[in-house]
């Protein structure tokens, strides 16, 4: 027992140092040392060298050499240019002269840009003073959550208002680690994980929401932990501590009810489950090596830090803690005129859902919302050059703040990259019907903009891609490590008849449990310009009349604009199709046609849950596929600004049945991407990328195929390679 | 009338060099001079030099030289190979002893290998003598249809059937070509398209395929003709001469009747139309040249001309005139065992339905099934190196006959090659959660197997992409040129209310008329042997009981074993979701699941025209998205045999209500791929790439990730490169 009473003391003192840097937190105000800008170990322990700009990892193999960035001296030079480490500072150091912050315990769980008004954005051009600075911030202070805006520019916070909602902000990593931790300082547990066999040093432990079951997750911030067993792999996740739950006090660190079930469940093995390189046996290549090559670099540049322009396209990209990528101001080169016009005034992952299927103890909780809830952005790990990303891709930082304000780097957060997989822009050949000597064929180069959040087990690949004809594809891979349930069964033919494993049997002992996954986007699209409608056009089978034709029927397309949201609620139909337009009544081509986009669905999946159960009324946002609502600030998160613990009373559902005009408005479509994963035993130890996508496609927006004129690849274009010398 | 007088000439002296030729085609024999045998001059105007083999434009990038495929001495080593040339000749030497040829006209509409009986193939090695050689013929000798089969090795016709089916077989490139040219000598048509004001030399006419709508398409094969000017453009496609349409009988080459409607539609002006690149103004070259390089070579051998081994996969590969691509003896190497193992048997496009949306006379017949009645592999024409596929692709020739037996190449036919798209085989990053420096990514790299059908106006990609994870992708690409017609109108202002223009108004005075496309691969799936099983397992919400679990519902997997056919005719259902697997009942795993594979869809459409329609009644095979059936070797088109003109009672649907048991028995899994297509301007003149697919994906096939232990890239790996000096 030696060994939990120094676990207890340790725990102790941190907190006690806990407190003492809260209460003492305006004493740690900024100073201009880079060393002490860049060195977050003054609290955040997570916040290691692993968080530090490594200029060494970024684009090594760029023929060109990137450029440098220097944090320390970024400054903003677009309105929706993301907080730099200067400001980030700034406004903690502004935030440490008001009050509250001065009296109380604090933490801070977002604090990123307040976006300019949008107006104001649209009108700013690259030459004019930049849009004043304002920062938001979300704090709790006291126990109480405040949603403040504080402006650079007078060094005030000119909004501060508690919040009335249900639920509480994004966790910070500060709480989720600490969490991890804090079942150690309570003997009931330690002495559970010893019975079980499992040496405290090999515990690993995760911090899972609890979402909302009624009374008893109000009133205070709540998580449960589960532990894993590290001993003989990296791979802990295939290492359940089966049915041991404990749900604590995120505040007080405090154990608030341990659930020690399953203890016959025996701790799978951990032969066969480290995923690394360094440790699998029988190594295998199956390829030779293979690159996409740019002889003279990349097509595209990124300005000032953020400002993506490539082939006919332009946008503003920044990482954001909660969404992980925004694209902002995207922007499409018209053919004939030459302009850059409209496309979409932002768009990201506003919210994820992802509820498993299992209805026992240790498992009904688990409907993550992983952007709300852990932060998209803040799990969006630095990726891996040469793998997660081509050579010759551009990498981006993320500057965030941690729960003390301080900022951090997530370096290589994103990457930017043009792909060619040998796919075809447009072909045509003439045929041996017509014998004509004709072969035009334009290979397809697109633009890709990744992220990968690891958010524990899982890891979410989101990519923006962007091609030439106009269209905007937005993909999501699904890669990482299952959640998976320990069980006593070692093969099927042990499981009785008709008993539910609640998922399918990986190895022995391993239940791969069944769950779904949502990802839902916020599409601000303005096509030309803010005013837009929504039109549903409709394929309708239509019945000829008797010696109309000698056909009985066909299929003819009804255009219905949407009138209000209610409209707008769509749940696709196979049998009754539709395609789906976001179009400017204004602006028409030549011809006549409204201009638009139209959103085109690959595959999905659809939630059907019961409505009323709980999870799917904090997630009542997936209830459709497609939303389209009013623009409004407030409006941009599907589950509600808080979704910790929510209830479901500020979903993107609920602001949708206010049913208010969208004809001709300032619209915002939302589109929700579905998977079910019923896990098969290729899942484990870890599992190939699944991905679907889902595009933004132009439709009728310009006048005629917008890459019409450009060239075929010819050989003298092409690079000459050889292997390298230590290949 | 001068020149109709010389047309009329040249066409009666075509004629009756065809009837020459076609009475004294025994006389034609083979010779063995390499000249003779590759010049199809003699009789196939169509098959001009474009088809003679050109080793120039095979795989001119390639590090290593390509081996030359030298198609005169060929000889098959495989049980599955196509037919060599010389084979072709011997089977047309063989029919021209048989006395139905000798003493009647005919025409050859098919003339490929037999394939011998699977359970001979499945077990034949390399090594083994190559099992004896057939030929399946089909040829309409006076008037009838018989389908006969030759065995080379005696000599002899040793089957010889009539057809009592209704429809015929594919047209020959004879039939589509003469009937183009046909009207020419009717001076009605003449004397209406010279009034339009059209020049006789401007013409170009395509041959549409009638469909069955009644009597009047029984007992004589009909073509339609339909054409367009020429003039100032290649894309005469733009430029309908609308409303005039001339029924054929493709057998007289007789005019049958003229539809002379739409005088008073103006054809679509010429400018904007041309997509050639030494035709389009304004030339716009977006992005720097790019390219997938592979420094020490591609991964992948070609052996015999059609075995190809890559990564962990092994497959015969053939083209044939009417599937296009025929992907046979899938295999995937256990990356436990070292074993390869069955996947699939045989898969290929086996049919096609597209009907177009418009009821009037000279569009309503538009219904197109572009295998059985045009012959997708006939139509798929030689790739373009560099821009149809990247560096390093491999290319295939296809080997077939014209109508009168004789053999010709089509070069370049299908192309294979490695594509990376710097896309991500799995990862996993440790989180900031758990703080573990852990960055594990593979790259993930595919082989693709892809061709290009232009029938007439559209291109049609296929690709069969295999990945190392044990996926199979299929994927179609839709490019090419829409199918237009002329309207008087130049803007939508001028439409009248609530008129139907049956499509999208594209330029002035054309109109993308709406239509879909559908295609059905017939997946011969043999998972670890023949005798299969399909199962659906069925997600379905459980409700929990009160008291149960703070959850209300959670999704439940329910396996069902379908007994028969019927128990397999799926139509998808968003809100009833289910996963379907192809298992080997007989094969478990380590842990007891049984093995299998799933198909998983991704974006698709369902026909919604009324069953009773007639094109609907012969595309009855789209009625479902999946069918499974008893492997049945006449059951291979799924439109039938004979699909021109056929009254859909040799379908898919038809053989499946046949409702014969499925269950562990040697079954052909169907699936259908659909789009809607409402065109858009930005299908003008030439539509970009619209691409869609589905996945054959292992589940529970491998004991657990089959790409667990396969590098990550290392930059010593990767090329070096330089900018050629010509660029």
């Given at each position: ?45 997570w916040?290691t ?22 944090h ?17 500072y ?77 639920g ?36 690993a ?48 660190k405090k ?11 025996p ?36 300005e ?51 509820p ?55 370096s ?66 699904l ?75 066909y299929?003819?397309a ?69 939303w ?6 407030s ?26 005009p ?66």
């Open positions: 027992m030696e060994g939990r009473t120094v676990l207890k003391f340790f725990f102790l003192l941190l907190g006690l140092l806990v407190v003492l840097f809260f209460t003492h937190s305006p004493d740690h105000t900024p100073t201009n040392k880079a060393t002490e800008f860049l060195d977050c170990s003054n609290y955040s322990s916040c060298f692993k968080n530090r700009f490594q200029p060494k990892t970024n684009n090594l193999n760029s023929p060109k050499k990137p450029k440098f960035i220097n320390n001296t970024q400054v903003p030079t677009h309105p929706l240019d993301p907080l730099t480490i200067q400001e980030i700034k406004t903690r150091s502004i935030l440490s002269s008001y009050p509250p912050f001065k009296s109380s315990p604090f933490t801070v769980h977002t604090l990123v840009l307040e976006e300019p008004e949008k107006p104001l954005v649209v009108k700013w051009k690259k030459g004019d003073p930049l849009l004043p600075r304002q920062v938001s911030v979300i704090a709790i202070i006291n126990g109480k959550s405040h949603v403040l805006i504080v402006d650079l520019g007078s060094g005030q916070v000119i909004r501060d208002v508690v919040s009335s909602l249900n509480y902000p994004v966790m910070t990593i500060e709480d989720m680690n600490s969490a991890t931790r804090a079942p150690l300082a309570d003997a009931n547990f330690n002495r559970t994980i010893i019975a079980r066999g499992i040496k405290l040093s090999d515990l432990c995760l911090p899972i929401s609890t979402g909302w079951f009624g009374k008893k997750e109000e009133n205070r911030r709540l998580i449960k932990v589960q532990c894993y067993s590290l001993q003989g792999t990296a791979n802990f996740y295939m290492r359940p501590i089966e049915g041991l739950t404990v749900l604590l006090d995120m505040d007080t154990v608030v009810e341990i659930s020690d079930q399953g203890r016959n469940i701790i799978p093995k951990a032969e066969n489950t480290d995923y690394r390189y360094s440790k699998v046996l029988n190594k295998v290549k199956l390829i030779n090596p293979i690159s996409i090559e740019q002889p003279k670099g990349p097509s595209f540049v990124v000032d830090g953020h400002l993506v322009k490539w082939a006919n396209w332009e946008f503003h990209l920044k990482p954001d803690p909660r969404a992980g990528v925004i694209v902002s101001r995207a922007m499409v080169r018209d053919p004939d005129t030459g302009n850059l016009r409209n496309v979409m005034y932002k768009g990201m992952t506003s919210e994820l859902f992802v498993y299927m299992d209805p026992t103890d240790a498992w009904y909780f688990k409907t993550y919302m992983d952007a709300g809830e852990y932060g998209f952005g803040l799990q969006a790990m630095p990726l891996d050059p040469l793998n997660d990303c081509p050579r010759n891709a551009h990498y981006m930082d993320g500057v965030f703040a941690a729960a003390d304000g301080v900022p951090f780097v997530r290589n957060m994103i990457c930017v990259f043009e792909s060619y997989a040998g796919d075809i822009g447009w072909r045509h050949a003439e045929s041996p019907i017509t014998g004509m000597e004709i072969r035009e064929v334009r290979p397809k180069v697109t633009l890709v903009v990744r992220m990968a959040a690891s958010v524990a087990n899982y890891d979410y690949i989101v990519d923006w891609e962007f091609q030439t004809d106009g269209l905007i594809r937005i993909k999501v891979g890669s990482g490590i299952l959640m998976v349930k320990g069980t006593s069964y070692e093969n099927m033919n042990q499981v009785p008849n008709g008993q539910n494993l609640y998922g399918t049997l990986l190895s022995e002992n391993v239940v791969g449990v069944i769950h779904d996954h949502y990802v839902t986007f916020y599409l601000d699209m303005d096509v030309d310009g803010s005013n837009n409608s929504f039109v549903k056009v409709n394929l309708v089978r239509e019945e000829t009349s008797p010696g109309e034709s000698p056909r009985r029927s299929l003819k009804n255009r219905h604009v949407a009138k209000t949201e209610k409209d707008a609620q769509i749940k696709f139909k196979l049998y009754d199709p539709s395609e789906f337009h976001v179009i400017n009544p204004s602006k028409l081509t030549r011809v006549g046609n409204p201009v638009g986009y139209k959103i085109v669905a690959a595959g999905t999946a659809a939630s059907i849950l019961d409505p009323q159960d709980p999870p799917q009324m904090r997630g009542a946002f997936t209830n459709n596929q497609v389209v609502t009013p623009y409004n600030r409006e941009q998160w599907a589950g509600g600004l808080f979704v910790y613990q929510s209830h479901g009373e500020d979903t993107l559902a609920v602001w949708s049945e206010k049913n208010r969208i004809e001709n408005k300032d619209i915002v479509l939302w589109y929700t991407l579905g998977f079910h994963h019923v896990p098969c035993q290729e899942d484990f130890p870890i599992m190939p990328t699944v991905s679907s996508s889902f595009d933004l496609k132009p439709v009728n927006f310009f006048e005629s195929n917008p890459i019409l004129r450009t060239p075929p690849n010819v050989e003298e274009d092409l690079p000459i390679c050889r292997a390298a010398a230590s290949a």
